[in-house]
């Protein structure tokens, strides 16, 4: 809901408060140090939310790259799963799984993000990686297997534009 009250509904829709972010935009390539250290780029990091607020860092549940969560959007994730039933074995399973790996991060005085060695291992990190915007995260990739998933012909991306977007309102 906006500050009027009313439903949004388009998709993508910029809003401008404190409670909800501008979408994150851009592809951004960078080197990564054998500690894990990488310098975000100033572009990217101007469009991230109150970087003293700190990011969450985990693995994707679908692609093989990590996942990069603002403290705002990841705590917005955290409400809605807290309020799934802990005893259902299903949803014990997903919350295990989905909280793999998961650390707090923070980007230091001098830009620089650190990814774990077992967050690198687990997205096959090397030395040169892919900072991509993902609405209101930001997928963070091994190059080679950025531009191998890019690449990929498992499906037609029309199709897959039209079975997603197909149902969408764009009125307002």
Not at 53 to 60: C, Y
Not at 117 to 127: N, S, Y
Request: charged letters at 30%; proline letters at 3%; a positive charge.
């Amino acid at each position: 809901m906006g500050k009027s009250g009313k439903k949004i509904t388009t998709f993508a829709k910029v809003i401008f408060n404190k409670h909800q972010l501008t979408p994150i935009i851009g592809t951004y390539e960078c080197k990564i140090d054998a500690k894990g250290r990488v310098l975000v780029p100033a572009s990217l990091k101007k469009q991230l939310p109150a970087i003293s607020d700190g990011f969450v860092l985990k693995r994707s549940v679908f692609e093989p790259c990590l996942e990069l969560w603002p403290m705002t959007e990841w705590n917005k994730m955290m409400a809605k799963i807290n309020k799934l039933n802990p005893f259902d074995k299903k949803v014990d399973a997903f919350i295990r799984r989905f909280m793999a790996g998961v650390k707090t991060v923070d980007i230091d005085d001098a830009g620089r993000l650190l990814i774990s060695k077992d967050l690198m291992g687990f997205a096959q990190m090397t030395k040169e990686i892919v900072f991509s915007s993902k609405v209101n995260i930001v997928e963070v990739w091994d190059k080679a297997r950025y531009e191998a998933t890019l690449e990929s012909d498992d499906f037609d991306f029309g199709e897959l534009a039209q079975e997603v977007m197909s149902n969408i309102s764009f009125d307002e």
